[in-house]
């Protein structure tokens, strides 16, 4: 059998090479069935949410069928990306390609004129009748950039100002350009995984707690440098006593949870959406899922994101390839981390702020973007030569 030395933190070791008769029976398939799973339950936990407002676009089913789009999209790319060796990710030419795309594209939608305004933000382009996020494919452009430079041998994570600083330039270049849209919860989230997968790589607890301490005291001045953002702060405290401005998105979001009680009302069957709740396809939907579904509900749909999380952790884990245990590290965190901030912002725990849950929230290109994205994920989860 031919062998092929994966690289792991500090040592080589033969394990025997890829096969090309790989095929979809060697995923995982933990993985593969909560991945289905998230993608019936969010299209039907959007046509629930939706259907209210989409019969203004003259068809209840607008919001779905753009979604369907989406995933059609999304399949089309994960075909691709399962049938190539995920290694060739990790080429110079295409990682460092795809950083500078989505470098470009985040200035370009900071342009007034040519991106997009829509609610006080600048965060689309639009791409012919297509809006696009830029900062969608930043996400995991930037988790692919870290997965690469933290595997390189010659990189010690160990040492704060020759190996750990350099990495959070860039990680913290583009959180800045999105933070001009403005989008601190996107921008946050990047920080957040970057410093997960530098602690993966082996970062110290006291490095990671100084660039922390950084981070909170610029997020801290963000949030407090205009007077919007105070008052948006303030209303997640209290938002019923900002009922008419800051408060009411929120406000709206916790009735809606409080009517659905322990079953909830039935799937269709809530009210908030009834032109109460703002979008509520998109950065609130699980308060959707609150009103229809109940607290069972919710329960069952976080177990679900719980059980895709765990799945994407083991294929971490069990990789023997350091590249591909981290890009996959990266990719599962990045979905936990938007989930956990979407459903804290939606039961009050956080300030109300934009971010789509992953796989529920309206989006035809986010939503395609993700799937490229656990493509990635599942082709990881076939290299077993470590096992």
């Given amino acids: 059998m031919m062998t ?3 690289r792991g933190a500090n040592e080589t ?8 008769t790989y095929g979809l029976r060697d995923i995982d398939r933990g993985l593969v069935v909560t991945f289905i799973l998230l993608l019936l339950l969010g ?21 779905v069928y753009s979604q369907l789009m989406g995933i059609a999209v999304g399949a089309a790319g994960m075909a691709v990306l399962l049938r190539i060796d995920y290694h060739v990710l990790r080429k110079p030419w295409l990682c460092n390609g795809l950083l500078g795309l989505s ?29 696009f996020q830029p900062s969608e494919l930043a996400k995991y452009a930037m988790i692919l950039y870290l997965a ?12 704060f100002f020759t190996g750990l600083t350099p990495l959070f330039i860039l990680p913290g270049a ?6 001009l849209q403005p989008n601190l919860s996107t921008a946050g989230s990047i920080l957040i995984v970057a410093a997960v997968m530098v602690m993966l790589a082996g970062a110290r607890w006291l490095h990671l707690g100084l660039v922390g301490a950084a981070g909170l005291a610029l997020g801290t001045f963000y949030a407090f440098s205009e007077d919007y953002r105070r008052a948006r702060l303030m209303s997640f405290r209290d938002p019923f006593a900002y009922m008419t401005n800051e408060g009411y998105q929120l406000s709206q979001s916790l009735l809606a949870f409080g009517s659905g009680g322990l079953f909830g009302m039935g799937l269709g069957m809530g009210r908030q959406k009834f032109a109460f709740l703002p979008y509520p396809e998109s950065d609130f939907i699980f308060a959707v899922v609150g009103e229809d579904l109940g607290y069972v509900g919710c329960v069952a749909i976080l ?23 981290l890009l996959a590290g990266g990719i599962t965190c990045m979905v936990g981390v938007q989930t956990v901030l979407n459903v ?23 939503i395609s973007i993700l799937m490229c994205a656990v493509a990635v994920l599942m082709n990881i989860s076939r290299d077993k030569t470590g096992l």
């Fill in 4 to 6: 092929a030395p994966v």
């Fill in 13 to 20: 070791r033969e394990v025997p090479a890829r096969s090309d």
């Fill in 43 to 63: 299209l039907t936990v959007l046509y629930a949410a939706s259907y209210y407002n989409a019969q203004d676009n003259g068809d209840a089913l607008s919001e």
């Fill in 103 to 131: 470098f470009l594209l985040l200035v370009l939608v900071a342009i007034p004129g040519v991106g997009r305004l829509l609610n006080g933000s600048r965060r689309w382009l639009r791409l012919g009748p297509v809006s």
């Fill in 148 to 159: 690469r430079a933290l595997s390189q041998r010659s990189r010690d994570v160990t040492r």
């Fill in 174 to 179: 583009m959180f800045l350009l999105i933070l």
């Fill in 303 to 325: 177990g679900v994101f719980a059980a895709f999380i765990f799945f994407g952790l083991r294929v971490a884990i069990r990789c023997p390839d350091r590249f591909g245990s």
């Fill in 344 to 366: 804290a912002v939606v039961i009050g725990m956080m300030p109300t702020t934009g971010l789509p849950l992953p796989f529920f929230s309206a989006g035809g290109t986010s």
